[in-house]
């Protein structure tokens, strides 16, 4: 009788243990705080460290050509015309370094 005792007391154990053990962790991980995505708001009023020189070649970096008429706005938006795809339109760097077309 003794020994069905200890042996259905360590068939619970091993179970229970079994039972403890945590989930591996998802290979994949995120980082949801982080937005990787251009800011759907820009352009972002807000003090602009960039120079005249670093935001033209922010511009072009992002696919335009052509920038020309580039200014500082009292926001703090560099704002100029150029074309990107042949296609000429106004585009804004924020202080953020977001680029954007004018809608």
């Known amino acids: 009788m003794q ?17 403890a053990q945590s989930e591996t962790p998802s290979s994949s991980q ?25 935001a033209k070649s922010r511009i072009e970096e992002a696919g335009y050509s052509d920038v020309a008429g580039l200014k500082l706005d ?3 938006v560099w704002r100029a015309t150029a ?11 924020d202080f953020q370094g977001n680029v954007t077309l004018a809608k």
Not at 3 to 19: C, G, N, R
Not at 44 to 53: L, M, P, R, V, Y
Not at 83 to 93: A, I, W
């Open 3 to 19: 020994k069905i005792a200890i042996l259905s007391a360590s068939l619970i154990l091993t179970a229970s243990a079994a039972f």
């Open 74 to 76: 009292d926001q703090g």
């Open 30 to 54: 995120t980082t949801p705080a982080v937005n990787t995505e251009q800011n759907p708001g820009a352009p972002i009023a807000g003090k602009n460290s960039f120079t005249e020189d670093q």
């Open 83 to 93: 074309s990107k795809d042949g296609k000429p339109g106004s585009v804004s760097l």
